[in-house]
């Protein structure tokens, strides 16, 4: 699955947050996409405006939830004491 879709129409970038199954959250996967869409993104003299948005099969109220704190804390990026 795809964790970011990127859709550039009319020099805007939309960025989709598509894990609705997890609420988006911030997972190290979800992160290493947004980074790479990011670049891509910025590399584009296309583009003049980005936009972040949830997929449109996002049935709740869900934009993006919070890190994943489980898999930060195993790496030593977040303190979950």
């Excluded at 590399?43 to 890190?67: F, I, L, N, Q």
């Excluded at 898999?71 to 979950?80: E, L």
Aim: aromatic share 2%; hydrophobic share 40%.
């Amino acid at each position: 699955m795809t964790l970011v879709l990127v859709d550039v129409t009319d020099r805007v970038a939309t960025l989709t947050l598509n894990n609705p199954g997890e609420r988006n959250t911030l997972t190290k996967p979800m992160v290493t996409e947004i980074i790479a869409a990011m670049e891509s993104i910025e590399a584009d003299p296309g583009v003049g405006a980005v936009v972040v948005g949830r997929s449109a099969d996002d049935p709740g109220r869900t934009r993006c939830a919070e890190p994943d704190s489980r898999q930060w804390a195993a790496d030593g990026h977040m303190d979950v004491s």
